[in-house]
T-cell receptor
């Protein structure tokens, strides 16, 4: 079984600033995948970024990047140059085989 | 591609009524998932189909819930009889088999309210 923990229920950031969301996970698997999903008020679940556990290099997608610390089972998301459209709930998830297990989510509010 | 299509977007029903939620996965995706999202429990996997066959239904809450996938392009989640505690957002998601590394593509969800 995989468990995912997001310890920050809410975060607030000024437009153009940087915010980092924390995520830890627990798995007994050697090969697994990690994801960050964004859920804006429209409630659509949007894949933001993914990381393969066997890759040491941290994934980057435009303004979104991760800090993957495999030994610590940590997978944080950094949003740089925050924009108003980044306001959403962000879910960390881990996957092995077919099942995605989600954390409780962090609500991010970007202030103008 | 139109993405994963769910209907209806909103559903309000009275306790005891039957509710049917519908999902059309992305063409070519042969894995389909139903998730439920609530404030208390977050996102929970209800059932997973692979090639139209239910593989893991351990997340289905009780016998009132049933899911079918009669063909590769259609799935239903049925609740009969519905109860107020079933109120939630229900998501359908699909992926290509064996490619969980790509993540899932989610539909827009159905918000169910049982009064």
């Amino acid at each position: 079984a995989q468990t995912v923990t997001q310890s920050q229920p809410e975060m607030s950031v000024q437009e153009a600033e940087t915010v980092t969301l924390s995520c830890t996970y627990d798995t007994s698997e050697n090969n697994y995948y990690l994801f960050w999903y964004k859920q804006p008020p429209s409630r659509q679940m949007i894949l933001v970024i993914r990381q393969e556990a066997y890759k040491q290099q941290n994934a980057t997608e435009n303004r979104f990047s991760v800090n993957f610390q495999k030994a610590a089972k940590s997978f944080s998301l950094k949003i740089s140059d925050s924009q108003l459209g980044d306001t959403a709930m962000y879910f960390c998830a881990s996957a092995n085989d077919y099942k995605l297990s989600f954390g409780a989510g962090t609500t991010v509010t970007v202030r103008a | 591609d139109a993405g994963v299509i769910q209907s209806p977007r909103h559903e309000v029903t009275e306790m005891g009524q039957e509710v049917t939620l519908r999902c059309k996965p992305i063409s070519g995706h042969n894995s389909l998932f139903w998730y439920r999202q609530t404030m208390m429990r977050g996102l929970e996997l209800l059932i997973y189909f692979n090639n139209n066959v239910p593989i893991d239904d351990s997340g289905m809450p009780e016998d009132r819930f049933s899911a079918k996938m009669p063909n590769a392009s259609f799935s239903t989640l049925k609740i009969q009889p519905s109860e107020p505690r079933d109120s939630a957002v229900y998501f359908c998601a699909s992926s290509r088999q064996g490619l969980v590394r790509d993540g899932y593509t989610f539909g827009s969800g159905t918000r169910l309210t049982v009064v």
